[in-house]
């Protein structure tokens, strides 16, 4: 059972290469980030003007290991920079638990 969600709000790099993105974080980025231990499921969106994505994955662990996790397949070189992302301003990356039941 999830315990909590990443969100990710992601730009293409530019307009032009935005089925490069979509074909990036599809094949290449997503499995990445579901290999981790602890991220169980991913989805992803679109905002409505279609200048913006949302990618949101489920966490079935606590957060400080799903991030420490993550963080080490990143340094380890499991999951790569991405070359097709806006960087200018940055991804938005938060953490979030989910309440109730």
């Known amino acids: 059972m999830a315990t909590g969600i990443m969100f990710v709000e992601s730009k293409p ?25 602890g991220f169980v ?6 905002s409505e003007d279609g200048s913006t994505f949302v990618a949101i994955y489920e966490i079935d662990t606590d957060i400080a290991t799903a991030r420490a996790r993550l963080r080490a397949a990143f340094f380890a070189g499991s999951i790569a920079r991405p070359t097709v992302v806006q960087q200018d301003p940055p991804p938005v990356q938060r953490y979030f638990r989910i309440l109730g039941g």
């Open 13 to 37: 790099l530019t307009p032009e290469n935005t089925a490069e993105f979509h074909q990036w974080y599809d094949e290449v980025h997503i499995p990445a980030i579901l290999a981790v231990d």
């Open 41 to 46: 499921s991913a989805r992803r969106l679109e």
